[in-house]
């Protein structure tokens, strides 16, 4: 497998990260999702999304390159006032499955949260991420709560002291 390079996010990656988060929702979430997480119209709403996030100066993207594609971004967000819990969240890493094995979760990890304290929060149902967030000290704080489109669906909060 190629190395891959990591760097912060640029303005002009937009339309890049909304493909890669697009594909890597389909990827990480087919069968769990209804298909249209994955359309044309869903990347366009990220695209919008990204145009947003990276213009904010309390966050922070990171995204990981191979040959000058990018392959996954960690996005984490700063200075939240929710005093019982860390500062840091990270609120997105995806990496396309090509790349998975590669590293490049671990040093977007890395390189958006470094060891902070942080929080994130993970499908019940995706046990690759549960494993990559335990690696990374991230432990369960009992705090669960419903997608809001499918209750069916779980989300977990993870916290790292």
């Known amino acids: 497998m190629p190395s891959f390079t990591t760097r912060a996010a640029r303005l002009e990656d937009a339309e890049e ?9 389909k990827e990480a979430y087919t069968g769990l999702f209804p298909e249209q997480a994955w359309s044309e119209e869903s990347r366009l709403r990220r695209e919008a999304m990204w ?21 996954g971004f960690a ?3 700063h200075n939240r006032n929710e005093p019982a819990l860390p500062a840091e969240e990270l609120k997105m890493i995806y990496v396309l499955a090509e790349a998975h094995g590669s590293g490049a979760g671990q040093a ?7 060891g902070a304290p942080s929080s994130v929060w ?34 977990l909060r993870l916290v790292r002291h």
């Open 17 to 25: 990260l909304a493909s890669v988060h697009t594909q890597s929702w």
């Open 51 to 71: 145009n947003e996030l990276l213009l904010d100066d309390n966050v922070t993207t990171v995204a990981a390159e191979i040959d000058g594609r990018i392959v």
């Open 75 to 77: 996005h984490a967000e």
């Open 108 to 114: 977007l990890i890395d390189a958006a949260l470094g």
């Open 122 to 155: 993970v499908l019940e149902q995706n046990p690759r991420a549960r494993s990559f967030y335990a690696r990374n000290r991230f432990m369960p704080d009992g705090t669960v709560r419903p997608m809001d489109f499918n209750p069916n669906i779980r989300e």
